[in-house]
């Protein structure tokens, strides 16, 4: 396994753009509009691919955005695992990288909106669920604002 980061407009992040639609949209009946994905210009894409340094669709196993906030906070958004390998430890895989980013490019906390159903996932891994906020919707769905500082 291997992780990239993959800027917005590079060939290969429509890949990165179907694998969050199949596993965080079409679920809910969404899709993405021009406008939301014009939003990630200047975010960056952390993928765990499987084989090769360029993520496609046969090789990406799990992605997520990562959205610079301030000097010394990072927002995780739309972590995605493809599906038949979900709870085999690859977004586990993905999210430690992800720390070692935000670490090693100075940032103090990395913050997600969370859906309700992954806050475990997230707290296994050391994230906390921000009390002051309570539970939200957002998409429809319920969320928790969960962070970790690092």
Do not use: W
Not at 26 to 50: H, M, W, Y
Not at 117 to 145: A, C, M, W
């Amino acid at each position: 396994m291997k992780i990239v980061i993959v800027p917005f407009d590079a060939d290969t992040y429509p890949a990165i753009v179907k694998l969050r639609l199949e596993v965080l949209r079409q679920p809910i009946n969404l899709k993405f509009t021009k406008q939301q994905l014009d939003k990630e210009r200047g975010q960056l894409a952390v993928c765990l691919l499987s084989n090769g340094d360029v993520p496609n669709e046969e090789n990406l196993v799990a992605c997520s955005m990562l959205l610079p906030l301030n000097a010394k906070e990072l927002k995780l958004r739309q972590m995605a695992v493809k599906v038949d390998l979900q709870t085999q430890g690859y977004g586990t895989q993905l999210l430690q990288a992800i720390e070692q980013y935000a670490v090693e490019h100075h940032y103090e906390k990395l913050s997600m909106h969370a859906r309700a159903y992954t806050q475990e996932f997230y707290t296994k891994n050391g994230y906390e669920t921000d009390n002051n906020l309570g539970g939200f919707s957002e998409v429809g769905i319920p969320h928790y604002r969960m962070y970790k500082v690092l």
